[in-house]
């Protein structure tokens, strides 16, 4: 059954620490990418993968870091440097890093921090 | 920064109206898409229109483009409760697959 999971569904953490979202992905896509949704504000671009071992910034990248050693994994961490993290995150992943392509979404994690 | 932006409306329809969402962006594209997402869960892909194509269907789903207005439209034919979901459309950027999500446009099928 393929597709792109998400985990844990629901994250709580405390003010301070940092925090690692899991995101893999078993459709052999290219691209892989991270977005923040708040409330009233759509997707919000963090980081996103066109190929393995190689990543760049998006948009909001500031208090967040990830890494793609795997084809299939993209785990984003998000650091005691972001200064809103409580939010809902969502991964996606494409068959290409080039325009044209639809993505796939995870179920999203939402994190609270406190 | 983000391209695509919907129309902010809420739609509130009985089932069996059709319901439209606009989306405009500001500068050129090579496609636009549109997603769906029902609440606290991850989106769907429902349509991509190329910028040389003016028209696409899908179903019950009829999009729009007008590049000369930079602006897309979606429309859903005789809609469901199933349908009571946040619509988003969403532009390349710079030529690769990095997308500009809009805002959302939320719509509530009644029943």
């Given at each position: ?98 325009a044209g ?14 | 920064s983000q391209q695509g932006e919907e129309d902010p ?11 439209t969402m606009n989306c405009s962006y500001k500068t050129s594209i090579n496609n636009l898409q549109w ?11 429902l349509i991509l229109i190329r910028s040389n194509e003016r028209e696409k269907h899908?179903?019950?789903l009829r999009v729009t483009l007008d590049t000369s207005k930079k602006s897309s439209s979606l429309l ?11 619509y988003f459309c969403a532009t390349d950027q710079y030529g690769?697959?990095?997308l500009a999500f809009g805002?959302?446009n ?6």
């Amino acid at each position: 059954d393929g597709g792109i999971t998400q985990s844990p569904k629901y994250l709580f953490r405390k003010e301070g620490q940092n925090v690692t979202l899991s995101c893999e992905q078993n459709l052999n896509h290219d691209a892989m990418y991270w977005y923040r949704q708040d409330p009233g504000q759509g997707l919000r671009l963090i980081y996103y993968s066109q190929i393995v071992n190689d990543f760049q910034k998006g948009d909001i990248a500031e208090g967040y870091s990830v890494s793609r050693e795997k084809k299939e994994s993209f785990p984003l961490t998000v650091t005691s440097a972001q200064k809103n993290p409580t939010a809902f995150y969502l991964c996606a992943s494409s068959t290409s890093g080039m325009a044209g392509y639809e993505q796939y979404f995870g179920p999203g994690t939402r994190l609270t921090v406190t | 920064s983000q391209q695509g932006e919907e129309d902010p409306q809420a739609l509130s329809i009985q089932e069996g109206e059709n319901a439209t969402m606009n989306c405009s962006y500001k500068t050129s594209i090579n496609n636009l898409q549109w997603y769906r997402q029902n609440s606290g869960r991850g989106l769907v892909h429902l349509i991509l229109i190329r910028s040389n194509e003016r028209e696409k269907h899908s179903g019950r789903l009829r999009v729009t483009l007008d590049t000369s207005k930079k602006s897309s439209s979606l429309l859903i034919t005789a809609s469901r409760a199933a349908d009571t979901a946040s619509y988003f459309c969403a532009t390349d950027q710079y030529g690769n697959n990095r997308l500009a999500f809009g805002k959302g446009n939320q719509v509530v099928v009644i029943p």
